[in-house]
């Protein structure tokens, strides 16, 4: 009899040891859980840290190449970054995050930290302005051959680059020639519009044709410097 009585009680003293190790496994689980949230958290964060040095590291590099930029042409500029940029149906859509809330408007020379010309402001909202990009088939710049006298017109062509029009069969021009702004008409002088790619002579015509790589064919989006129109420096 007391054999089968204790048995019963055996038994229930494994399934309690059992449960115990159970919820004490169940807690262990919970508890390494949470451990890997706190440590994901943690990494998070770190990232976060890491990321932002890394934009500081960015800024200050850009502000560094950007210094000679407003005593160079003695206008004032405005720091900003191009956010969207990619070709509609009517051209390139160029948007950038600074608008006349910051004093920009229509007709502003927007270049990169090197001195790359990207194009114009073609329209100013509050915080947003729309930029017409070097390539874009409405957009011009009086140019020239850089250490040359040869000089013309550069315009857009979209996924052709640009042109340099009015180069007679005389004009002194080869491929890898650098192409900057004269600063014969609302640009800056000495901007890098782009590369000289080819140049087709043809001695029945009065012109060469010249087609130009822009310098900024590999940029698409980021930190821009916008030259205002005004030429007093606050």
């Known amino acids: ?15 309690m040891e059992n449960i115990k190790f159970f919820t004490a496994s169940l807690l262990g689980i919970r508890n390494t859980v949470t451990e890997n949230q706190d440590l994901k958290k943690e990494n998070l964060f770190l990232l976060s840290q890491l990321a932002e040095l890394n934009d500081l590291k960015d800024e200050n590099n850009f502000l560094r190449k950007a210094l000679d930029i407003p005593s160079r042409f003695n206008r004032k500029v405005v720091y900003a970054n191009i956010y969207s940029y990619h070709l509609g149906f009517n051209g390139y859509d160029v948007l950038l995050n600074k608008g006349t809330d910051d004093e920009i408007s229509e007709g502003d020379v927007v270049t990169t930290e090197e001195g790359l010309l990207v194009g114009r402001v073609d329209k100013a909202h509050d915080d947003f302005s729309r930029i017409l990009v070097v390539n874009d088939i409405n957009f011009s710049v009086t140019a020239r051959i850089l250490n040359s006298d040869t000089a013309g017109i550069a315009r857009g062509s979209l996924n052709q680059g640009l042109y340099l029009d009015l180069i007679t069969q005389s004009d002194q021009v080869k491929e890898g020639d650098i192409l900057v702004s004269s600063g014969l008409d609302l640009f800056p002088p000495a901007l890098i519009i782009g590369i000289v790619s080819h140049v087709e002579i043809n001695e029945t015509d009065l012109f060469k044709k010249v087609k130009v790589r822009p310098a900024i064919e590999d940029f698409k989006a980021g930190k821009v410097l916008v030259i205002r129109k005004k030429q007093d420096v606050d």
Do not use: E, Q, W
């Open 1 to 15: 009899m007391t054999r089968m009585i204790g048995k019963p009680a055996s038994y229930a003293f494994v399934k």
